[in-house]
């Protein structure tokens, strides 16, 4: 069962519709959102979309513009910003494998967790941001830092999981953020100090030096 109480009454009526469209046939909502709808733990309003992408602009303007209206904010080969009703939609052309199936629930299509737990792992490798951090924290609810480090050696064959354990602890690029709406209350000390703890404990396991 999904935890709708993380979206807006908006966000759920836009991901019902795009989910209809042509062009995202292919694609899975993933990111913070998907996180959050399956966690239960943070409110979230972005929607963004991973998969193969195969419709031009033009087309895809012309379906999103008959769900909501629409503005576009940016557009390049990979990745297209919008603002569909008010609601931010990221569209990501994405090559990598999924390792599980989608989670089809009432019609939604989303990336299971360990799909979105690897692609948060990489997200923090390029400067991540305070609600990565925080959704990472959850994770580690249910998962050990060995089994997150495991989705995303899967998920990402080209990855360095050196260079996650190293980015693990860099918070201090998030520092200066908002912290997410919060559903499962947790300070940000908090879960710098778990995430912190989770990888002492794991250094510590796997005999590894803490060169950081």
């Known amino acids: 069962m999904l935890q709708y109480k993380t979206i807006s009454n908006e966000t759920l ?8 469209t042509q062009s995202l046939n292919d694609a899975l909502l993933a990111g913070g959102t998907a996180l959050a709808l399956q966690l239960g733990h943070r409110k979230s ?14 087309f895809l303007r012309s379906e999103f513009s008959k ?3 629409l503005i576009t904010l940016n557009v390049n080969k990979n990745i297209k910003s919008y603002l569909i009703g008010g609601i931010k ?12 199936p989608p989670l089809i629930v009432d019609s939604l299509k989303l990336a ?15 400067r991540g941001s305070k609600k990565d951090f925080f959704d990472l924290a959850a994770l580690l609810d249910i998962y050990s830092l060995n ?8 998920k990402f064959h080209d990855g360095s999981d050196f260079l996650v354990l190293r980015s693990l602890t860099w918070f201090e690029d998030a520092e200066s953020e908002n912290n997410p709406e919060l559903i499962k209350k ?7 100090e778990k ?18």
Do not use: H
């Open 186 to 192: 947790i300070t940000w000390k908090k879960v710098k």
């Open 89 to 100: 939609v990221d569209i990501v052309n994405y090559p990598y494998p999924w390792i599980y």
């Open 45 to 58: 309003i972005d929607l963004d979309f991973f998969g193969k992408i195969d419709a031009d602009e033009i």
């Open 195 to 212: 995430i912190s703890a989770a990888l002492r404990s794991y250094i510590k396991e796997s005999g590894l030096k803490n060169n950081s």
């Open 67 to 69: 769900v909501g209206t």
């Open 13 to 20: 009526g836009l991901l019902i519709a795009l989910q209809k």
């Open 112 to 126: 299971q967790i360990p799909d979105i737990a690897a692609m948060k792992l990489a997200a923090i490798c390029n």
């Open 147 to 154: 089994q997150l480090l495991d989705f995303y050696k899967q």
